[in-house]
């Protein structure tokens, strides 16, 4: 049962344009989504988060969209640069607290 | 402030050994989640504490995992008579109670059962 899903695996992108990653989940009780980046050999650090509240979260060159009717959420990075290459995680929690991930994005940003 | 510390980076094991992991969280994270990862999926909730107090325990932690956390500080995972399919990178983060700054992970510790 997967409750947080990322069905593009990969996505190729030239430096300085748009990327775009999505993320689709089934529990309509989650009420905070994030999204991490993680490098090999290392933890998942965190990017930026949105709650249910809103429907769009911006910091910097990162802005996550939540579109609720559709259980739908993405992470845009513009413009991207060849450090943003790394796997991105979705993730999502309710009141229990724990944080439920998805599969997983490889973004790669060629120049 | 020096992150979420996880010792050790790597373990490799024979199959049928014990073996512990710890976790150090930032100083005033209250709370602590262990994860485990395998190829290709994201990280898989097991266990989580608030100070001391154990509140939560994945299915996927089966009798032969326990994790403890004395004195709310840091935490350690231990999981006895290993199988090959506890092959895994095993991950901790902490953080404060405002979800809005997100968990701090660790770097992990990459379990090899052989």
């Known amino acids: 049962d997967q409750q947080v899903k990322q069905n593009s695996p990969s996505l190729s992108v030239q430096e300085g344009r748009i990327s775009i990653l999505n993320c689709d989940y089934t529990?309509?009780?989650?009420?905070?989504f994030l999204w991490y980046k993680k490098y090999p050999a290392e933890g998942p650090t965190f990017l930026i988060s949105i709650s249910s509240i809103k429907d769009k979260n911006e910091d910097g060159r990162f802005t996550v969209f939540l579109n609720k009717s559709a259980k739908h959420l993405s992470l845009h990075i513009v413009p991207s640069q060849p450090g943003d290459s790394a796997v991105y995680f979705c993730a999502a929690s309710e009141d229990t607290d724990k944080l439920i991930f998805g599969t997983g994005t490889r973004l790669q940003v060629f120049p | 402030d020096t992150g979420v510390s996880q010792d050790p980076r790597h373990k490799i094991t024979k199959r049928g050994q014990n073996v512990t992991f710890r976790c150090d969280p930032i100083?005033?994270?209250?709370?602590l989640y262990w994860y485990r990862q395998t190829l290709g999926q994201g990280p898989e909730f097991l266990t989580y504490?608030?100070?001391?107090?154990?509140?939560?325990k994945s299915r996927l932690l089966s009798d032969r995992f326990s994790a403890e956390r004395p004195k709310g500080s840091f935490s350690t995972l231990e999981i006895q008579r290993t199988e090959q399919g506890d092959s895994a990178m095993y991950l901790c983060?902490?953080?404060?109670?405002?979800?809005?700054?997100?968990?701090?992970f660790g770097s992990g510790t990459r379990l090899t059962v052989v």
């Open positions: 529990n309509s009780m989650f009420d905070y």
């Open positions: 983060a902490s953080r404060t109670r405002d979800r809005g700054y997100g968990y701090t």
């Open positions: 504490f608030q100070n001391e107090a154990q509140l939560e």
């Open positions: 100083s005033e994270h209250n709370r």
